[in-house]
């Protein structure tokens, strides 16, 4: 693991981190929540399928509530501090029926990148972005009336970060103090034939 970056690498993406400490008095506005969720849907997507879609809650709604008790424990720990609960999902399916045609073989990847865009949106409005596998998944789907045809993928935190030093959560201080790391580049990106390292000045 590596702390390197490359000095043109934008600015926005080097600072970014999964931040667990959420400024629990920050209330989201309407036109930042709509940028965000309209980044992620200005997103390409193999065919123009768009195969995502959002399910938005912000704290104090009660959505909110319903969602937080699914969280894995380690999540509850910090994403009720967030501004908005966000899940993602993916369409699997043509239609709900038992025997409808698989959608496409690319919508996890769309998803994945639309969640991408919806994330630099935040980052570029002082925004912070984290996602979340740990949760119950089937349950959530039942509690939000999720037809069959659709997967509930991720869940994604939207809010303000605080400094860590300004957590109240002692785990979330010490999390968001670590250096963030990366596998080195060599590792990751070949020179044509897998495992071949790609030679950059
Ligand atoms: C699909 C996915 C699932 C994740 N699940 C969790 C999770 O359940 N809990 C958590 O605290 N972070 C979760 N993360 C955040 C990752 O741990 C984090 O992105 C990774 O450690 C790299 O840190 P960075 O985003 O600060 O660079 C998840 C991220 C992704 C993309």
Same mark, same amino acid.
């Given at each position: 693991?590596?702390?390197?970056?490359?000095?043109?690498?934008?600015?926005?993406?080097?600072?970014?981190?999964?931040?667990?400490? *959420?400024?629990?008095?920050?209330?989201?506005?309407?036109?930042?929540?709509?940028?965000?969720?309209?980044?992620?849907?200005?997103?390409?997507?193999?065919?123009?399928?768009?195969?995502?879609?959002?399910?938005?809650?912000?704290?104090?709604?009660?959505?909110?509530?319903?969602?937080?008790?699914?969280?894995?424990?380690?999540?509850?720990?910090?994403?009720?501090?967030?501004?908005?609960?966000?899940?993602?999902?993916?369409?699997?399916?043509?239609?709900?029926?038992?025997?409808?045609?698989? *959608?496409?073989? *690319?919508?996890? *990847?769309?998803?994945?990148?639309?969640?991408?865009?919806?994330?630099?949106?935040?980052?570029?409005?002082?925004?912070?972005?984290?996602?979340?596998?740990?949760?119950?998944?089937?349950?959530?789907?039942?509690?939000?009336?999720?037809?069959?045809?659709?997967?509930?993928?991720?869940?994604?935190?939207?809010?303000?970060?605080?400094?860590?030093?300004?957590?109240?959560?002692?785990?979330?201080?010490?999390?968001?103090?670590?250096?963030?790391?990366?596998?080195?580049?060599?590792?990751?990106?070949?020179?044509?034939?897998?495992?071949?390292?790609?030679?950059?000045?």
């Amino acid at each position: 693991m590596t702390l390197d970056a490359s000095p043109t690498l934008l600015p926005l993406l080097r600072d970014r981190r999964s931040t667990r400490s *959420y400024d629990a008095a920050h209330v989201l506005a309407d036109d930042e929540l709509r940028a965000m969720l309209d980044a992620a849907r200005w997103a390409p997507s193999a065919g123009n399928s768009q195969p995502w879609s959002f399910l938005v809650a912000r704290r104090g709604d009660p959505a909110h509530e319903r969602f937080v008790p699914l969280l894995s424990r380690g999540n509850q720990s910090w994403v009720p501090r967030a501004s908005a609960l966000v899940f993602s999902l993916h369409q699997v399916a043509s239609g709900p029926e038992e025997d409808a045609l698989s *959608y496409s073989d *690319y919508a996890a *990847y769309d998803l994945g990148q639309a969640v991408a865009q919806l994330s630099v949106q935040a980052l570029a409005l002082g925004l912070a972005v984290h996602q979340f596998a740990g949760f119950d998944h089937e349950r959530l789907a039942e509690v939000a009336g999720v037809p069959r045809h659709w997967r509930v993928t991720t869940g994604i935190a939207l809010g303000r970060a605080l400094p860590p030093e300004e957590a109240g959560d002692p785990l979330a201080r010490e999390r968001d103090s670590r250096p963030r790391a990366r596998r080195p580049l060599a590792e990751v990106a070949y020179a044509g034939v897998f495992g071949e390292a790609l030679s950059l000045e």
